[in-house]
């Protein structure tokens, strides 16, 4: 996982470095990761991206749109955190600290976010970007049309307030337990909510993005703005 997405994908051939750099623009402009921006412009398909992965980082594929999910290992992610960074989590070996992951985007830092997060140790394996959308919605959300029950059925739950002064009584369930990861001292959990809280700021944005590209994308239908073009020109400002 040392080389660039981009430069993967152009030593393939899939693409070069012209549809590259405005995939980038994109990016830049419009936020969001690379691998989506390359599908969603039209430069490669999902199965491209993932072979292309494959074969050059000898990763494993895993098809999510078959896999009987693993509570212990949804336990171990919030759902925020898998939206946010375009993950899956697939099994958990509890005693050995593992937890194996679906990706579309094998980057290492993104992927020691992760970690960090679970505080397990990450093995990877390749997904598309629209299984992983799928799986998130069926397994964390409960349906795989999209419906959502109340947030307190969801499996891997974020964090949902800022601790209070109040502790919970001796013995009681501590409510900013993420699943089988330990609660740490007081200082460690208001961290880990003030990450929950970037995670859902970043959600918003890209939602704000997602609805900014879709216009995007009906101006370049309708011929007014080419592919990429708003990008790079955003990048010369």
Known sequence: MTRK????????????????????????????????????????????????????????TVDLDHLEAQEDALRCLPVDACERYGVFPVRVDAAER????????PDRQTLQEVAQLAQYTLEPLLASLSSIDRAVRKHYYGDATGRRPQPAT????????????????????????????????????????????????????????RAFRALVDLLQ?????????LGQRTARR
Do not use: C
């Not at 239908?221 to 073009?229: A, P, T």
């Open 5 to 60: 997405l981009g430069d993967i994908l152009i030593s393939h051939g899939v693409i070069d470095e012209e549809k590259l750099v405005a995939a980038l623009s994109d990016q830049r402009a419009f936020g969001g990761k690379l691998g989506r921006t390359l599908v969603d412009l039209g430069y490669v398909t999902e199965d491209q991206l993932i072979r292309a992965l494959s074969q050059q980082l000898g990763l494993e």
């Open 98 to 105: 593992v937890l194996r992951v679906a990706t579309a985007e």
């Open 154 to 209: 969801r499996l891997g739950d974020p964090l949902s307030a800022i601790p209070v002064d109040t502790p919970p009584p001796p013995g009681a369930p501590n409510p900013y337990a993420i699943g089988t990861i330990s609660p740490g001292a007081g200082a460690q959990d208001a961290l880990q909510e003030l990450r929950t809280l970037v995670i859902r700021l970043e959600k918003t944005v890209e939602a704000q993005s």
């Open 221 to 229: 239908d309708k011929g007014v703005v080419r592919r990429g073009e």
